[in-house]
Structure formats: C-alpha cells, structure tokens
C-alpha cells in the first residue's frame, strides 16, 4: 500500500479508499445487492490485511447500516485511531425537518445520529452528499465549522457539484473564518471525465484532495463490455450514467490488460491515479479479487501510447451524479 496527504492537510490516507456502501442490510434503502454483516466482514479483514485505512461510507446508505456495520467492524478488525473514517451528510434519513439537507437542524443532528451508529466520538472526515440549495451556504459552512470546532469531526468535505458551487461554499468559509473543505469526492473514471474541465483546476489551486467515487465506473471498465452482474442489473442509478459509445474505452481498457497480464480495474484505477488531483479513489468490493485487483493499480504505470488509447474514444458529455 501507499499513502498521501489528503490534499494540502497533515492527514495521510491510503491510495485506495474502501467504499462502504455495499456493507449493509439490505432489506433498508435502496441497494438490493448490499452484503449482510457476517459477509462483510471478509472484506474489511482484507482491506485491513492490505493496508486500506481510509473507509468511506453515508448515514443514508441502506438508512444507516452501513455505518452500523463500518463501526463494528472497526471494533472487531482494526482500532479506531487506525482507520480513516469518513461518512456523509445530505439524505433523507427521516420525515422532519431535522430528517435530510444541510440546514444547521439537520447537520448537528444527523453528526450526533451517525456517531452513534459508528459507535465513536468523532469522525475524520464529514463530507456534505450532495448541495442543498434551499439552504444558505452560510447557515451549511458554519455549521459544519461547529461540528469540527466540537470535536465531532477533524475535518469536512463535499461531494459532487459543480465549480462555481464549491468554490462559492469556500469562499464564504474564508470570508467568516470557518473551516473549510479539504476534499471533494467527485464522480472521475475514464467513462466519466467532466471534472477535469473546471472542478479539477480549482481543487489543483486550493490544495484540495479528489477521492474520486466509481472510479471504475460502477464495475463497468473492470470487466468486458456487456458482462452482467447482480448489482449492474438492479442499479437504475447506474443505468444512467453511462452510454453505448462507452463500449470503445471499455475495450481499450480489456486490450492493455490483456498485454500487460494485469487486471482491467488495475488499468483502469492506475489512469484514475495518475492524475495529480487524485488522492485516494474510493474503491467498493464485493468478491475477494476486487481490493487485491485494486492495489495492483498502484505498481502500473501507464505509458504515453497507453493513455491516448484510453482516452481516444472519450466524448463530452453532461455531468451525472448531482
């Protein structure tokens, strides 16, 4: 394994991220594919065993047994001051007005509700899901300034927007003098590249880390175009995110693994990695290969002809995810 500052902070993270989503009940919430406890439990002993310290994960997946079970697993294979965690504010948890967005109401009682499902009196990172733009981002930024000034996180971050509403958000940080995000997990793989038009530049001069999510495209560029599986053909959100004319990078992907002997993700997440934006991009597992085949990324580097041949086939296209 290695490890990186995230962005221009003093805290070191792991290169590979291990996304927690798919570790909940699955009969909460949305994620029919999710894994039970006890199945779960073999990929944070391996992400543990590898060296992936920096976990990722929401109040809102499977309403809030991921966390449960990120915090339990903590307890059983690791100890708190060793993992790097990180969860998430913004879904609708409950009816109320307290339930979901990113009101002060909502903030501070859904940090104290995620704190008890991770069963720990802070968390490293707590990052903002999504933009609420019914609420001023004054009322957002203080009141996560609070929540570190509390002890309640060390630090905070957003996810998935765009530039001008991020650094919109920084600057009223900077303007009162509260805390401000140094992180930004964005959508970025090789099927999904519009955030290095604008959101890329502006983390690069704000010393602001990306631990980008689906940097393999849902699983999409980890295996032959067209191959099933139990997740891809239940997730409609997936469905959305991608296009038929994504089958060419797909296949340039499957070609350089297949000369190099390596894995599809480890060619796909070694492009995500190379970009010097990226600190940690946040990888989700479901079968024992896919951490290992995850690591791997780290010991490829890509040639120059390499990239332009994942690359070629790439065509704007509208942002997803918001």
Request: include cysteine; charged fraction near 25%.
């Amino acid at each position: 394994m290695e490890y990186t500052r995230l962005g221009s902070t003093g805290l070191t993270v792991s290169r590979i991220a291990l996304g927690c989503m798919t570790y909940a009940d699955a009969s909460k919430g949305n994620h029919p594919w999710a894994l039970d406890e006890e199945t779960s439990g073999a990929f944070f002993r391996q992400a543990v065993e590898l060296g992936i310290t920096f976990w990722d994960t929401a109040n809102v997946y499977s309403a809030g047994t991921s966390e449960e079970f990120v915090g339990r697993a903590i307890r059983e294979y690791s100890r708190r001051e060793d993992v790097v965690l990180a969860t998430k504010v913004h879904g609708r948890m409950h009816v109320g007005p307290g339930g979901s967005g990113l009101s002060r109401k909502a903030i501070l009682e859904q940090v104290d509700a995620s704190l008890t499902r991770l069963g720990t009196d802070y968390v490293d990172l707590y990052q903002i899901h999504r933009l609420d733009p019914e609420v001023p981002v004054e009322e957002t930024m203080e009141a996560l300034h609070d929540v570190v000034k509390a002890g309640k996180a060390r630090y905070i971050g957003a996810s998935s927007m765009y530039a001008w509403q991020f650094a919109t958000m920084q600057h009223a940080a900077d303007l009162n003098g509260w805390t401000r995000f140094v992180s930004m997990q964005d959508q970025y793989s090789l099927l999904m590249r519009e955030e290095e038009r604008e959101m890329f530049p502006l983390l690069a001069a704000q010393g602001v880390g990306s631990i980008p999510w689906s940097p393999l495209a849902r699983g999409r560029v980890a295996r032959p175009w067209g191959e099933q599986t139990n997740r891809s053909g239940t997730d409609e959100f997936g469905k959305r995110l991608f296009q038929d004319s994504d089958a060419d990078i797909v296949g340039a992907v499957e070609r350089i693994a297949t000369d190099r002997g390596v894995p599809m993700a480890a060619v796909a997440l070694a492009w995500v990695l190379r970009n010097p934006v990226v600190d940690a991009p946040i990888v989700g597992a479901t079968k024992e290969h896919h951490l290992v085949d995850a690591v791997a990324a780290l010991d490829v580097d890509l040639t120059d002809d390499e990239v332009d041949a994942l690359e070629a086939a790439y065509t704007p296209r509208e942002p997803t995810g918001f």
